[in-house]
T-cell receptor, first 113, second 111 residues
Framework: DGGITQSPKYLFRKEGQNVTLSCEQN?????MYWYRQDPGQGLRLIYY???????QKGDIAEGYSVSREKKESFPLTVTSAQKNPTAFYLC????????????FGPGTRLTVT | RKEVEQDPGPFNVPEGATVAFNCTYS??????FFWYRQDCRKEPKLLMS???SGNEDGRFTAQLNRASQYISLLIRDSKLSDSATYLC????????????FGKGTKLTVNP
């Protein structure tokens, strides 16, 4: 079965710690994205990557970092510089020229206390 | 003014009812429009595209009004399984094809 996996589903961290969220896809999609969703808010784009070894900042990149060393993988690191890290994080992917049709992973709920 | 605005609801309707959601967008350079559906605590999934001429997919009809900068989603004969949050999505022409999501409209269909 093709799809996008994110792990873990729930993650708890202490303030001041960096944490890396995993995102893997076997859809052979070129583009991958990270979004953050807060209660009562729309999805906000953190970072996106249209090709291996290249990525661009989205609307709220501060306090986050990414890498795209492999086509299948796009991990997101939430650093201690992110002021409000508790949120629902969604990873998505799409065929390169069909960005409108994004396939989302099940998400990771990160709680930082 | 926010880029994409939706009435957050919630909309509570009985089974079989017809319900309509609107979404307005602020950037006239917007090129493409879509509706996504998100079930509670799940990931969003593409529901349908919105074409200038309007389009229908079963009980769902999407309309675009470029002059007034809004799109709509009509659900006829609503089912319990239609209960979800419906996200309006806009893409701006600009090379990156970045999706801009509305906050969503929550629908609950009651028996």
């Amino acid at each position: 079965d093709g799809g996008i996996t994110q792990s873990p589903k729930y993650l708890f961290r202490k303030e001041g710690q960096n944490v890396t969220l995993s995102c893997e896809q076997n859809l052979n999609h070129d583009a991958m994205y990270w979004y953050r969703q807060d209660p009562g808010q729309g999805l906000r784009l953190i970072y996106y990557s249209q090709i291996v070894n290249d990525f661009q900042k989205g609307d709220i990149a501060e306090g986050y970092s990414v890498s795209r060393e492999k086509k299948e993988s796009f991990p997101l690191t939430v650093t201690s510089a992110q002021k409000n890290p508790t949120a629902f994080y969604l990873c998505a992917s799409s065929i390169g020229d069909r960005a409108y049709e994004q396939y989302f992973g099940p998400g990771t709920r990160l709680t930082v206390t | 003014r926010k880029e994409v605005e939706q009435d957050p609801g919630p909309f509570n309707v009985p089974e079989g009812a017809t319900v309509a959601f609107n979404c307005t967008y602020s950037n006239s350079a917007s090129q493409s429009f879509f509706w996504y559906r998100q079930d509670c605590r799940k990931e969003p999934k593409l529901l349908m595209s919105v074409y200038s001429s309007g389009n229908e997919d079963g009980r769902f009809t999407a309309q675009l009004n470029r002059a007034s900068q809004y799109i709509s989603l009509l659900i006829r004969d609503s089912k319990l399984s239609d209960s979800a949050t419906y996200l309006c999505v806009v893409i701006y022409q600009g090379g990156s094809e970045k999706l801009v999501f509305g906050k969503g409209t929550k629908l609950t269909v009651n028996p």
